[in-house]
């Protein structure tokens, strides 16, 4: 029974890493954007369409005192992509849904701005097969939503300058991403 078993999770393993329908990947533009961590895990779901979650996280500060630059994020996204041709090759358009917190200043001025974001977002890129389990994807993405924000005179006093709730509509993400097909 116990050889049997073996030979039935053996063959299903070789049907899905035949199938090609699960897929990880690192967006390395990410990666200069002080930093950014990130990931995504997608799965086709049929011919044309996946499905994704992502994850971005950085936790980063460069700097110290008043001179200090931040670009700290922790985002959340759930969405799909429709591929024309074939799942994870070609073209692709995308939609999603995200959530981010967030904390960033220093960069232009000593004001720093922290909150959190809803919204959705559009993209659309080009995914190029560098070999049977390795892609190179091209891409860029917007997105819009609500705000929920503070803004403070600097990053060490503490003092509020302006804070409230607003629409916004911003670049989600430029994407030269590595993925990884199993």
Sequence with gaps: MKKILIAAA????????QAQNFALSTNVLGYADFGTL???ASYGVSRHWTVAAGVRYNPFSFGSGEDTVRRKQRSLSAGT??????????????????????????LSSPKTSEGDRFGAGLGGGYTYM???????????????????YTTYDCQTCGRK??????????PSELVLALTYIF
């Design 81 to 106: 992509r429709y591929w024309p041709w074939h799942i994870f090759s070609g073209w692709w358009l995308s939609a999603e849904l995200g959530y981010q917190e967030y904390n960033s200043g220093g």
């Design 161 to 170: 300058i302006a804070s409230g709730q607003k629409f916004f509509f911003l």
């Design 10 to 17: 053996a063959l299903l393993c070789c049907q899905l890493l």
């Design 130 to 148: 560098l070999g049977p389990h390795l892609n190179l994807d091209f891409g860029i993405g917007f997105w819009s939503g609500y705000e929920s």
């Design 38 to 40: 990130n990931i995504e």
